[in-house]
């Protein structure tokens, strides 16, 4: 059994600690609809109505969670990074994942991260606590500090890999994880550092938590020949399967692929549902590859799989089951600002009656420049949903290379996530 503790993994000194920034208010409309009544809004929530000026439903209405936002301000260890997933644990704890993240130290007042912060492709990190009342103190590293005793010296508060690479040439990608036969089990992609990105296989890694520290039991970096991105987000239906979904270019047109595991479990052999040259759907062995010069028994399997009946256009596919229906939400390709809503009645599809959910606001909270370069990564988190909204987390870039990753003040609240929370949601298909 797992032992998790509500503890902090390190005492902050209170040059470190975060302080609570008061931000000059981004454009809002508290009244988004004359005619439509909001839900009831706790002031502990700590939420703040984003303004909707005819971009999507008017009874859709749309929050900025500062509470959420707070609790991923930190000033020592993690201090950003690209959120690609979250999984609700046994015990109530949360694992969030991430890839391309930002270790060192922050300073506390002005936001700005310091010079010798480094970049880890691979973590992890543990939220303990209370989800409804988030803290910065709940959010636990899990990746290994290389150092922490000299704030003077190299790599203070810098996070080793969870998964070093072992060439060159590539590395590992987290890309989701569970909870399955008493371990946390996580896939990691393995590309190419070339700007093709190349995937050339899925690893597959189980982990269990000591406290808090995780620490690997087994690692087969070889699990699986999978060169898609077919584990981009699952959902773990109570049919006992997981569905495991990816976008993709489809002729040119983006496009949504889905594999499947039993049993929850996800090193059992995956299933990929596909369209016949026959015209039938049906689950096979044989992965759908999206590449042209591919010619083994997928070739041309995805150009016809695509799950969405109407070819919408679709970034990071995550679904989600409500009241019957099987709604898939999904980001404009492109990183885009729109955020996108389908349902179906099966977790494979065809899911159907595209709308546009809600819009992303174009600035962040945060001092300094508030508005973002990129808007790559809107990630679904049911886990911490109160009473049933959806919520989303954003993670904003500047321009590739920008400085104002560093040293200027607000330049840790780029490249970190923000979080987003959507109450009556499904009034969009009345």
């Known amino acids: 059994m797992m032992c998790l503790f509500a503890t902090a993994s390190f005492t902050a000194c209170n040059d470190y600690d975060t302080a609570a920034i008061g931000y000059d208010d981004v454009a809002t409309d508290d009244d988004p609809s004359d005619d439509v009544d909001p839900p009831v809004i706790d002031n502990a929530w700590q939420l703040k109505s984003v303004s909707n000026n005819g971009q999507f439903d008017k009874k859709v209405f749309v929050y900025t969670d500062r509470l959420y936002n707070q609790m991923f301000s930190r000033a020592l ?3 950003g990074g690209d959120v690609l997933f979250s999984y609700e644990l046994p015990d109530g704890n949360i694992l969030w994942g991430a890839r391309d993240s930002y270790f060192g130290v922050v300073d506390a007042s002005t936001r700005a991260r310091r010079e010798d912060n480094k970049v880890v492709r691979t973590s992890m990190l543990l939220q303990t606590g209370d989800k409804g009342n988030p803290s910065a103190a709940n959010l636990l ?6 150092q922490t005793s000299d704030p003077n010296a190299a790599d203070y508060y810098v996070g080793a890999e969870l998964c070093p690479s072992d060439k060159s040439t590539r590395r590992y990608y987290p890309t989701l994880a569970n909870y399955h036969n008493g371990k946390i089990n996580a896939l990691f992609g393995y590309y190419g550092t070339t700007s093709a990105q190349l995937r050339y296989s899925t690893a597959h890694f189980e982990y269990t938590l000591d406290g808090t520290k995780l620490v690997e039991q087994s690692r087969n970096t070889s699990f699986n020949s999978v060169t898609e991105t077919f584990d981009q987000s699952q959902y773990e239906d109570e049919d006992g399967y997981t569905y495991m979904y990816a976008s993709a270019l489809l002729n040119g047109i983006s496009g949504v692929l889905v594999a499947r595991v039993p049993n929850h479990n996800l090193t059992a052999e995956w299933e990929y549902y596909v369209l016949s040259t026959d015209g039938v759907w049906g ?13 083994g028994p997928g070739a041309g399997a995805a150009l016809r799989s695509n799950i969405l009946a109407d070819n919408g256009e679709c970034q990071f596919p995550q679904v989600l089951k409500r009241d019957g229906w099987y709604y898939l939400f999904g980001q404009r390709q492109g990183d885009g600002n ?4 389908w349902r179906s009645k099966t977790p494979s599809g065809p899911f159907v009656d595209q709308k546009t959910l809600f819009v992303v606001p174009e600035a962040v909270e945060k001092l300094g420049n508030r508005y973002y370069d990129k808007l790559s990564r809107v990630v679904l988190h049911q886990s911490i949903s109160r009473q049933g909204e959806l919520v989303f987390s954003t993670t904003q870039q500047t321009t590739y290379n920008s400085l104002d990753n560093f040293t200027y ?5 780029f490249l ?5 929370r959507v109450f009556n949601w499904q009034a969009i298909y009345e």
């Open 77 to 79: 260890g993690w201090n």
């Open 141 to 146: 590293d899990l990746n290994t500090m290389i």
């Open 283 to 295: 689950w096979t062995k044989d992965m759908p590859s999206t590449k042209t010069t591919y010619d």
């Open 338 to 341: 729109e955020v996108y809503i």
């Open 409 to 413: 003040p607000g330049s840790a609240d």
């Open 416 to 420: 970190r996530p923000y979080f987003y």
